[in-house]
């Protein structure tokens, strides 16, 4: 069993007409339902709000085979992320985060203790940042890390940060609590603006995860891990909006290590494991970005992961 932890929200998509459409998202969702639909045991940690929105985040993460024990509910608005969406696909947000559901996860709705089966914790995204979440999961990641694997993703939001160095200290400690850091070039490019992504993915290696993967967009996807880097391309696909792709992302890395048993603390991968990940993933973020909205594919769409990585290797990459 993987525990997502983080909030959920409603993405105001803009459409061709002007008009906005509503499509359930936020980071920890997506990943939450990614991994259900990756067929990974999965359990979504946050606060839901009973409103016609919050129920309508609870049914899709149900629909998808999520439980949803570990979530609390309350009468908070769901929170909201506007969504605008250029030409190339990329998306950029405004939110509206003030009084709603998702920052109000507090350390009463964590459990005593998570259960024996729970072999990851993944957290992320705007539960780091606002309040009083961020405090709950700072919490969450000390407390189980080191007692099962820990998967950060930042995302990071430059334009909800009023005080970065508080946020940038917690955040360091969140990612020494890991093992996998996975993060995009932007994020990595906040993190450590002076470096190259592959410098600042050895700065962060010094934190202590076990293991640090950049997205690249259409680029791809680099590796990092004690002597090894690794870089894949992404396949080429028609984009519709990039919207959940790094979740997506982030998911089929759980579920490849899932499918391999190494979801482990003492995470470690060769050159080949790590390449066959990051194929994996890059394989489910890019059928995300044919779709539109935060759409995970399903197991089915990926085929064998050995199948995946003859091809890139027949490909001579």
């Known amino acids: 069993m993987i525990v997502v932890a983080g909030e959920a929200l409603m993405d105001m998509v803009a459409t061709r007409d002007g008009t906005q459409q509503p499509r359930p998202g936020g980071g920890p969702f997506n990943t939450a339902r990614a991994l259900a639909r990756l067929g990974v045991p999965t359990a979504f940690l946050g606060?839901?709000?009973?409103?016609?929105?919050?129920?309508?985040?609870?049914?899709?993460?149900?629909?998808?085979?999520a439980?949803?024990?570990?979530?609390?509910?309350?009468?908070?608005p769901t929170t909201l992320a506007i969504a605008e969406v250029d030409s190339r696909g990329y998306a950029a947000y405004r939110f509206v985060t003030a009084g709603t559901s998702a920052p109000n996860l507090t350390p009463a709705g964590l459990p005593a203790s998570l259960a024996p089966d729970v072999n990851a914790l993944h957290v992320g995204t705007l539960g780091l940042l606002l309040e009083p979440i961020a405090a709950t999961l700072f919490h969450l990641v000390q407390r189980e890390g080191?007692?099962?694997?820990?998967?950060?993703d930042p995302n990071i939001r430059p334009a909800l940060l009023t005080n970065v160095p508080p946020y940038r200290d917690r955040?360091?400690?969140?990612?020494?609590?890991?093992?996998?850091?996975?993060?995009?070039?932007?994020d990595l490019a906040?993190?450590?603006?002076?470096?190259?992504?592959?410098?600042?993915?050895?700065?962060?290696?010094?934190?202590?995860p076990r293991l640090v993967i950049a997205t690249l967009g259409a680029q791809g996807a680099l590796g990092a891990s004690a002597g090894i880097r690794v870089r894949v391309p992404a396949p080429i696909v028609d984009v519709v909006d990039t919207i959940g792709a790094g979740d997506a992302f982030g998911a089929a890395v759980l579920a490849w290590l899932h499918e391999h048993g190494?979801?482990?603390?003492?995470?470690?991968?060769?050159?080949?494991?790590?390449?066959?990940v990051l194929d994996f993933a890059c394989l489910a973020a890019s059928l995300t970005?044919?779709?539109?909205?935060?759409?995970?594919?399903?197991?089915?769409?990926?085929?064998?992961?050995?199948?995946i990585a003859r091809t890139h290797d027949a490909a001579g990459d």
């Open 67 to 76: 439980d949803l024990s570990l979530t609390s509910l309350g009468p908070e």
């Open 47 to 65: 606060r839901l709000s009973t409103d016609a929105f919050g129920r309508q985040l609870a049914a899709a993460l149900v629909a998808d085979g």
């Open 262 to 276: 190494a979801l482990t603390t003492d995470l470690s991968l060769d050159a080949a494991h790590l390449r066959s």
């Open 289 to 307: 970005c044919t779709r539109p909205g935060a759409d995970p594919p399903w197991r089915s769409e990926l085929g064998p992961m050995e199948a």
């Open 190 to 208: 906040w993190l450590y603006p002076e470096l190259e992504v592959e410098a600042a993915a050895e700065r962060l290696l010094g934190l202590g």
């Open 146 to 152: 080191g007692r099962r694997l820990v998967m950060v």
């Open 171 to 186: 955040l360091d400690a969140i990612m020494a609590h890991s093992t996998i850091v996975k993060g995009s070039e932007a």
